[in-house]
């Protein structure tokens, strides 16, 4: 984890009184050639990379904008004040 990645918080719904700060796109391999790779580590893996970026944003939060697809998410980032 990048640093102060680990203070970012992600939530499930838009966190009310917070100011947006963007959006991030992120991205991990699914597959291997015929292999596909756990759902459950993807998504954790794909949230680590959005907690990565956010510091970059100046947000302190993120929330996953619609499901993984193909190893890629869409997060968007916010400034809470945490």
């Known amino acids: ?4 990645a680990s203070a970012v918080q992600v ?3 838009a ?3 917070c100011e947006a700060r963007g959006e ?6 699914d597959s ?7 759902r459950l580590r993807v998504r954790e893996e794909l949230e680590t ?3 990565n970026e956010a510091p ?3 947000a302190d939060t993120v929330q996953a ?11 968007a980032a916010w400034r809470c004040g945490r």
Do not use: C
């Open 1 to 4: 984890m990048a640093p102060g």
């Open 11 to 13: 939530v499930t719904g």
């Open 15 to 17: 966190p009310a009184g």
């Open 24 to 29: 991030v796109e992120v991205s991990v391999k």
């Open 32 to 38: 291997i050639a015929f292999y596909d790779r756990n």
């Open 49 to 51: 990379l959005a907690r």
């Open 56 to 58: 970059g944003l100046g």
């Open 65 to 75: 904008l619609d499901d993984p697809g193909d190893g890629t998410q869409r997060y």
